[in-house]
């Protein structure tokens, strides 16, 4: 039998608390194992090695009484280094997304996005991808400043690769990149792999950040 991803919530909000509670009990693939209102009270859990349930995935968000989200990432990291981040906040602020990113958050998804899309997030997430909101991923792509000149770059991505990336900043999963692509699941893969060793990232949304970064996405439209 399959075992359930076990998730772990913290916010601080009662009923957004119990809306994702009665949705993660209607997914048979998903298990809510804990929900807390504060990054202390979640980090504590992990304390007791008695009594500790180490989830799959944690849900986490920023506006929290106390430590805040941004400012727990790092001890989510240090004591549960296997259980990777989404973080689910109704902030879309620019300085918010590039923190939780480089804090080393897996996932980025709004309030606003549907339990669906959540349960996709996380699945993704499982599946060893990233998940960032539409929203967000376009945020990225739209926003971030070249902070290199062309003619200092050293890495190179192939025409193929770009168009990988720039579909993973637009939250398509590897199957989907294929269908667009009309290319194989696998060779999907072999060109992700491909851009986070060109890049020296581990996941979608530090790539897309580094692409910019590095001035990888021309302005002309071209690639």
Do not use: C, W
Request: proline fraction near 4%; glycine fraction near 4%; charged fraction near 25%.
């Amino acid at each position: 039998m399959k075992q359930k991803i076990k998730i772990m919530l913290v916010e601080d909000n009662p009923e957004y608390r119990r809306v994702i509670e009665i949705a993660m009990k209607r997914e048979p693939d998903m298990e809510l194992v804990s929900r807390v209102g504060t990054a202390e009270r979640a980090l504590r859990s992990f304390q007791d090695m008695s009594t500790r349930i180490v989830p799959d995935i944690i849900l986490l968000d920023l506006n929290l009484p106390g430590m805040s989200g941004l400012e727990a990432l790092p001890h989510f990291s240090q004591a549960v280094p296997d259980s990777p981040v989404i973080v689910l906040s109704q902030s879309d602020r620019e300085k918010d997304v590039l923190r939780a990113i480089s804090q080393g958050a897996k996932g980025y998804l709004l309030k606003s996005a549907t339990i669906q899309q959540i349960k996709d997030g996380i699945q993704t997430v499982m599946d060893g991808g990233s998940s960032l909101d539409p929203s967000v991923a376009r945020f990225i792509l739209n926003t971030l400043q070249t902070k290199l000149p062309k003619e200092e770059l050293e890495v190179r991505l192939s025409d193929r690769e770009l168009e990988t990336l720039m579909l993973l900043g637009e939250g398509l999963v590897k199957k989907e990149i294929a269908t667009e692509l009309n290319i194989s699941v696998f060779t999907v893969a072999t060109h992700i792999r491909h851009i986070y060793e060109k890049l020296e990232v581990q996941n979608a949304p530090a790539a897309i950040h580094q692409a910019h970064r590095l001035g990888l996405f021309r302005t002309d439209n071209s690639i």
